[in-house]
């Protein structure tokens, strides 16, 4: 069985999830798997729902939306609330500690990462909050390659802030910081 | 009034000492060890779809951008503002789409390639120029990224609501070509191909593409330059008058090269002169338009087929939503039907002869797109009552028609037909 796997990142517009979406989707093509990453987001420039779904496989990928996700990051509650009913069952939930205060009872496995805390505290921006949670995803689910990831980094952010996204990137793949419940 | 005075004065002053020979901006020259200095060099890059057509316009040789910022199509706009200059062209921004336009057709008569990107909104402004580049056969490329109208719509979700706008949307008796890309590899390919139509025939060419494409990210390989095929315009030999007419497209000069013609969107004739009162003329010259890409459909028109010439049933898709039919087909034969499909890649002129070809193996026809039937007509037209044609129709916060929602219409309605 050729390997897909779907992936939806959600919050809020200005946090970073389209980014994300790309830095992963760009990582798996360096990885040379195919990649599609689409995204949705509202008119405003900051605070509407926003998302970026990302399909990794191995075969070429027709549809490009994610309708049921293996994988659901969540930078907002209600991003969440929203997003909750498609993920798959026994799927794997990523949430950001201090944005996300309830989770619903899920059969999904649970972790919940202090992403912003993390960026706030250690880089003193909340923006990089993005990536942090990248650097969950991959140390969980094993996506990507650590490499091709930061290779993607790399050619994705603007030129100034590519050694704190790739601080963040790194702090967001110590264990330490993940708490499975 | 003092303002108009300020300015008369300035005017004056400008003439005097010949100050409007000036560019007012310095125009940048190519850096020689600029980064990039041409098309992107053969590679797979993982590129949006609105990034694809910008290195797409760049390797066809379009050195001239005009346009204004609009959702989905900005980052057209955007990259060729940083590309263009590296490659020795021009990326302006215009007061309004109508003067983008505008600028595109006073460039491609100075002799460039040149390429305007907008969506719904700017479109509709952008017609009444589309007219006049089609009568005065001005080669130039209109990329419309598609969102959810009418009017501002949903400006950030996807429609397939301007194919029948595409195609009429401008007034009078006229032809268009328009191309409909399906993926980030297809808006590379399909503006490279836009811009030969556009030279090859000497009309406008609009690239159709809707949101989710133009957005999307996904791997995309450019070739090697050498690879490419690029079509220039004819251009006239000295001794040469006529370049309205006396051949099917006739060449091209452009300004400065000393051939002193007027070029208007009145009726013409072949000289370029105006005729608005002669039946003859305009009839000679409004036919001649529209038979030059009538009569060379079949060179225009381009598809992606399955099981044309067996099917139970048939799809008929294009631009984002033709995504859902590879896997409509092997969700089908779950239930046991046999479907085929055609995806255009074409739209304008219509594949009239291969809609019909499929029509007469299939039970019925499924037109599959993000609008409240547009295309569904027009292959309601074509097969002409030969088989039932059912349309599929979503619209509304850039939601896709599913695999699955296409697979339930099918099962639903060719169930029924036996």
């Known amino acids: ?181 | 009034m003092f303002h108009f005075y300020e300015a008369e004065l300035i005017a004056a002053h400008r003439y005097k000492h010949r100050l409007y020979l000036k560019p007012t901006t310095k125009i940048p020259t190519p850096k020689k060890e600029a980064p990039m200095t041409q098309a992107a060099p053969q590679s797979t890059h993982f590129w949006q779809g609105n990034e694809g057509c910008a290195e797409g316009a760049i390797a066809a040789g379009c050195r001239f951008f005009a346009g204004y910022p609009i959702t989905p199509a900005t980052e057209i706009a955007e990259h060729l503002a940083k590309r263009l200059p590296q490659v020795g062209g021009i990326a302006i921004q215009m007061e309004d789409e109508i003067a983008s336009l505008g600028a595109v057709i006073g460039a491609s008569w100075a002799g460039a390639k040149a390429m305007t990107a907008t969506s719904g909104p700017g479109f509709s402004l952008m017609q009444e120029n589309i007219g006049y580049a089609f009568m005065t056969e001005t080669p130039c490329v209109i990329v419309n990224i598609q969102r959810a109208g009418p009017s501002t719509g949903q400006a950030t979700k996807c429609g397939q609501g301007d194919v029948m706008q595409t195609r009429w949307g401008t007034h009078g008796d006229h032809a268009m070509i328009a191309l409909s890309p399906n993926s980030v590899q297809e808006m590379y390919n399909l503006t490279i191909r836009a811009f030969n139509l556009a030279e090859r025939y000497r009309t406008p060419v609009v690239l159709l593409a809707d949101e989710i494409i133009a957005h999307m990210r996904e791997e995309i390989t450019t070739p090697q330059l050498k690879e490419i095929e690029i079509v220039d315009r004819k251009k006239p030999k000295r001794t040469e008058k006529t370049f309205f007419g006396s051949q099917d497209i006739p060449p091209m000069p452009a300004v400065g090269e000393g051939y002193n013609i007027p070029v208007t969107g009145s009726t013409h004739n072949e000289t370029g002169h105006r005729y608005t009162a002669d039946p003859i003329v305009h009839r000679k010259l409004v036919e001649r338009l529209v038979g030059k890409i009538e009569r060379n459909a079949d060179q225009l028109i381009e598809y992606e087929g399955y099981n044309i010439d067996e099917c139970e049933a048939g799809i008929i898709s294009y631009g984002c939503t033709s995504r859902a039919i590879y896997e409509t087909v092997e969700l089908a034969k779950k239930e046991h039907i046999k479907t085929g499909f055609i995806r255009l890649k074409t739209i304008w002129p219509f594949p009239d002869r291969v809609i019909q070809r499929m029509a007469q193996n299939t039970k019925a026809l499924f037109v599959a797109e993000m609008n409240l039937k547009q295309l569904f007509y027009e292959v309601k037209r074509a097969v002409e009552g030969t088989v039932s044609v059912f349309p599929i129709n979503k619209i509304g916060g850039g939601e896709m028609i599913t695999p699955g929602e296409l697979l339930s219409e099918i099962v639903r309605r060719t169930r029924n037909l036996d």
């Open chain 1, 1 to 181: 069985m050729p390997r897909r796997v779907e992936i939806r990142i959600t919050g809020l517009g200005g946090q970073g999830v389209v980014l994300a979406g790309e830095i992963l989707g760009r990582a798996a093509v360096y990885d040379g798997k195919h990649a599609v990453q689409t995204q949705s987001y509202g008119a405003e420039a900051r605070g509407s729902a926003a998302r970026s779904e990302v399909i990794i496989s191995d075969e070429k990928i027709g549809f490009p939306k994610v309708l049921k996700c293996d994988i659901l990051v969540a930078m907002s509650q209600s991003a969440l609330d929203k997003h909750l009913k498609d993920l798959k069952a026994k799927g794997t939930l990523l949430t950001d500690e201090d944005s996300v205060k309830t989770i619903p009872k899920t059969n999904a496995r649970v972790f919940r990462v202090p992403a912003t805390r993390i960026a706030e505290t250690e880089l003193k921006s909340r923006i990089y909050a993005n990536v942090v949670m990248l650097g969950a995803v991959i140390t969980i689910t094993n996506l990507v390659t650590k490499e091709a990831t930061e290779k993607a980094i790399m050619n994705s952010v603007p030129e100034e802030t590519r050694k704190s996204n790739l601080e963040g990137f790194r702090k967001g793949m110590m264990q330490e910081f993940i708490y499975p419940i």
